[in-house]
């Protein structure tokens, strides 16, 4: 049912993704090591996402038939200058992200695969949100990381988050 030129891509996404939450727990321990553990809860919260959505990815692929490929994952960076650039680079990296899905899906459309198309549709509706999410975030951590008091409250407001599983997968 599926082409295996969209089938490599959604391969390669699904490295992505496994790499994105790879990525995400190294900034995790990074805030975990600066005892801002609310902070640190946030990016694991955001790796369990990532995996989660590679999981989504592996299951279509083996739904409509396509060669599913493990590809390699490099390690994520460790050393980070302050948590202005974490999240700075958060932000960018969502934006690669969704570079990379709007490319399946740009794909997709041109060999009429109307299937993956729909099925992508989750996830460019995921990237706007996160995209969204990870700028403010940007904005956020540029106004209080001067601010002790201030950054124990985000921290705080960081820690209420939790790991939600989509049902619909």
Do not use: C
């Not at 599913?68 to 460790?78: N, Q, R, V």
């Not at 709007?102 to 949100?129: P, R």
């Amino acid at each position: 049912m599926v082409s295996e030129k969209i089938a490599q891509l959604i391969n390669e996404q699904i490295a992505h993704e496994q790499y994105a939450a790879q990525y995400y727990l190294s900034m995790s321990a990074w805030f975990f090591a600066k005892d801002l553990d609310g902070i640190a809860n946030y990016f694991r919260v955001q790796s369990k996402e990532e995996l989660m959505h590679a999981d989504k990815m592996f299951d279509y692929l083996n739904d409509v038939g396509g060669e599913i490929i493990i590809g390699e994952i490099a390690k994520p960076p460790h050393i980070f200058e302050n948590a202005v650039d974490i999240f700075e680079k958060a932000l960018e990296h969502e934006k690669k992200v969704t570079r990379s899905i709007f490319n399946i899906v740009k794909n997709a459309n041109d060999e009429g695969d109307f299937a993956t198309t729909s099925f992508l549709q989750w996830f460019i509706n995921e990237q706007v949100e996160e995209e969204a999410s990870a700028s403010q975030y940007v904005t956020k951590i540029k106004m209080v990381s001067d601010n002790p008091s201030a950054l124990y409250l985000f921290d705080q407001e960081l820690a209420t988050r939790v790991f939600v599983p989509d049902t619909n997968a």
